[in-house]
């Protein structure tokens, strides 16, 4: 699916999430996704240190470098498509970072609710 018809959570053209890093499933920047995501990597959040603690004790290690995955490592304030059911889970545990609402993707809707994301919403 191009990324032109792709739509954010709020209906309208998917925004990029991050231009400083080479994010989400195809590595566009963009939170963007098809049927080959099995991960939905539709959520774009700033992520703080607290969910990528989170995230390491739950098995994925977001903060180690590997440059073979084109995966430089994130620290706190970085933006980044993160997989909608650990954001879900996040959301659980209280850790949940905040969102771009333009930049994730509605797809995400299918596991989040609106008023969950718009509660973490950035100001941008």
């Known amino acids: 699916m191009e990324q032109q018809s792709q739509k954010n959570v709020l209906g309208t053209a ?3 999430c991050c231009s ?10 963009f939170c963007r996704t098809s049927a080959q995501d099995r991960g939905r990597h539709v959520v774009c ?3 703080t240190q607290e969910f990528l603690d989170f995230s390491l ?3 994925n290690d977001l903060v180690t470098p590997h ?3 084109d995966f430089p ?3 706190a304030g970085d933006c980044w498509c993160l997989c909608v059911l650990r954001w879900k889970e996040a959301l659980a545990a209280g850790v949940a970072p905040a969102v771009d609402l333009l930049a994730t993707h509605e797809s995400a ?3 989040v609710s609106l008023a969950d994301l718009k ?3 950035e100001l941008t």
């Not at 400083?20 to 566009?28: A, I, L, N, P, Q």
């Open 14 to 16: 998917l925004e990029p």
């Open 20 to 29: 400083k890093y080479r994010t989400g499933f195809f590595r566009d920047g």
């Open 45 to 47: 959040a700033r992520v």
């Open 57 to 59: 004790r739950r098995g």
């Open 67 to 69: 440059p073979e995955y």
């Open 73 to 75: 490592g994130l620290k």
């Open 109 to 111: 809707l299918e596991f």
């Open 119 to 121: 509660h973490h919403a």
